[in-house]
């Protein structure tokens, strides 16, 4: 998300997670693995703002 230039801030607005979450979400440091509805969030907010990006792109 750095190198898109999206930050913390924006994807907390757009898909309406909590803080926490989106933090977590976004520290590579920590081995997170999502619900499947905060996985269709993240991922659904990013194609409507024109990213081609899949759950793959973020979770194995």
């Known amino acids: 998300m750095d190198s ?12 309406k997670l909590n803080r ?3 933090s977590d979400l976004c520290d590579g440091s920590l ?3 999502p619900r499947v509805s905060t996985r269709q969030k993240v991922i659904s907010a990013l194609r409507k ?3 081609d ?3 793959d792109d973020f979770w194995n």
């Open 49 to 51: 703002h024109g990213y």
């Open 4 to 15: 898109a230039g999206i930050d913390q801030e924006w994807l907390k607005a757009k898909t």
């Open 53 to 55: 990006v899949k759950a």
């Open 31 to 33: 081995s997170i693995n």
């Open 20 to 22: 926490d979450t989106v």
